[in-house]
Nanobody, 126 residues
Framework: QVQLVESGGGLVQAGGSLRLSCVAS????????VGWFRQAPGKEREFVAT????????RYADSVKGRFTISRDNAKNTGYLQMNSLKPEDTAVYYC???????????????????WGQGTQVTVSS
């Protein structure tokens, strides 16, 4: 019953930046852990970043550490993924996910999340 809608994807040159947004429906967004995952053609969906309910704890995949920043604004029911220094290998469909269990901790596994957005395409040209 939770709806998540991602936006902000697009085409960008290598080294450029994008900010993805994830808007959640309802009044319970602040009581959820949020994650970002991505899926490239022919590959499984992989973990990118996660943030706990309060925003005090985050975790990142090694491949994006130092380049991506996850954040959230609970008053706006919105999560964000700031992506800097983008590389062609970052090209994928990016998905926002949320769950109401274990919300004090960041969650890195796909199975930790019950709710998923529709995805937004990010394409990084070389």
């Amino acid at each position: 019953q939770v709806q998540l809608v991602e936006s902000g994807g697009g085409l960008v040159q290598a080294g450029g930046s994008l900010r993805l947004s994830c808007v959640a429906s309802g009044r319970t967004f602040s009581y959820s852990v949020v994650g970002w995952f991505r899926q490239a053609p022919g590959k499984e969906r992989e973990f990118v970043a996660t943030i706990n309910y309060s925003g005090s704890r985050t975790r990142y995949a090694d491949s994006v550490k130092g380049r991506f920043t996850i954040s959230r604004d609970n008053a706006k029911n919105t999560g964000y993924l700031q992506m800097n220094s983008l590389k062609p290998e970052d090209t994928a469909v990016y998905y926002c996910a949320a769950d109401a269990s274990g919300i004090n901790l960041p969650r890195t596994r796909r199975d930790d999340y019950a709710y998923w957005g529709q995805g937004t395409q990010v394409t990084v040209s070389s």
